[in-house]
């Protein structure tokens, strides 16, 4: 079955930077574009940032855009979220997410302190 598991959150300063990966397994990982979202305490999950299935094309949200990169190795079928410049307010749990299958992982929790 699809599976999804994220890695690599954890506590980090303002500025810092963290990289998330998230292994794929159950499906043909590199026919599927992949998407990062996150959720905060109280607020709806958000669209962080897109890849397309061949890694050509990435998209971002506006409050990551230029600290923020998606990539994906197909080969291990990985998709990866490098995070830079990190703020407080990126504080959240990070998932990934197959938009044309519905699956979801389980999250992974980034904080960012003061």
């Known amino acids: 079955q699809v599976q999804l598991v994220e890695s690599g959150g954890g506590l980090v300063q303002p500025g810092g930077s963290l990289r998330l990966s998230c292994a794929a397994s159950g499906f043909t990982f590199s026919r599927y574009a992949m998407r990062w979202y996150r959720q905060a305490p109280g607020k709806e999950r958000e669209l962080v940032a897109h890849i397309t299935a061949a890694g050509g094309s990435t998209g971002y949200a506006d409050s990551v855009k230029g600290r923020f990169t998606i990539s994906r190795d197909n080969a291990k079928n990985t998709v990866y979220l490098q995070m830079n410049s990190l703020k407080p307010e990126d504080t959240a749990v990070y998932y990934c997410?197959?938009?044309?299958?519905?699956?979801w992982g389980q999250g992974t929790q980034v904080t960012v302190y003061s």
């Open positions: 997410h197959i938009p044309t299958l519905g699956s």
